[in-house]
């Protein structure tokens, strides 16, 4: 089991800046992905970002490249990502989550933390 728990969210202007966290416990292993995804009012959960731990390596959606910044703290077992740039659309809740390889689907994620709600006002 891995438990995860997301913190950070919040409401912000178009424009602003916001950093989420996901801190991991549990039997988590250095060699899983942590993945962001996020999930607007009536539609499908959706891929945001994703950090390898064994290699750094990170993956990001097309809607947020240049925007979001996917990174790690290891003593603390801990994956931020660091949103700029937000626009209205970026609205969603927030929920980080595991896998054992870096996959882009829901159904490739074992363990999901609870959600973080973050809402861009225009």
């Known amino acids: 089991q891995v438990q995860l728990v997301e913190s950070g969210g919040g409401v912000v202007q178009a424009g602003g800046s916001l950093r989420l966290s996901c801190a991991a416990s549990?039997?988590?292993?250095?060699?899983?992905?942590l993945g962001w995804f996020r999930q607007a009012p009536g539609k499908e959960r959706e891929f945001v970002s994703a950090?390898?731990?064994?290699?750094?390596?990170?993956s990001y959606a097309d809607s947020v490249k240049g925007r979001f910044t996917i990174s790690r703290e290891n003593a603390k077992v801990t994956v931020y990502l660091q949103m700029n740039s937000l626009k209205p659309e970026d609205t969603a809740v927030y929920y980080c989550?595991?896998?054992?390889?870096?996959?882009?689907?829901?159904?490739?994620?074992?363990?999901w933390g609870q959600g973080t709600q973050v809402t861009v006002s225009s």
């Open positions: 950090f390898r731990w064994s290699d750094g390596s990170t």
């Open positions: 549990g039997r988590f292993f250095s060699t899983y992905v």
């Open positions: 989550a595991t896998s054992r390889f870096l996959g882009y689907a829901t159904g490739d994620y074992d363990y």
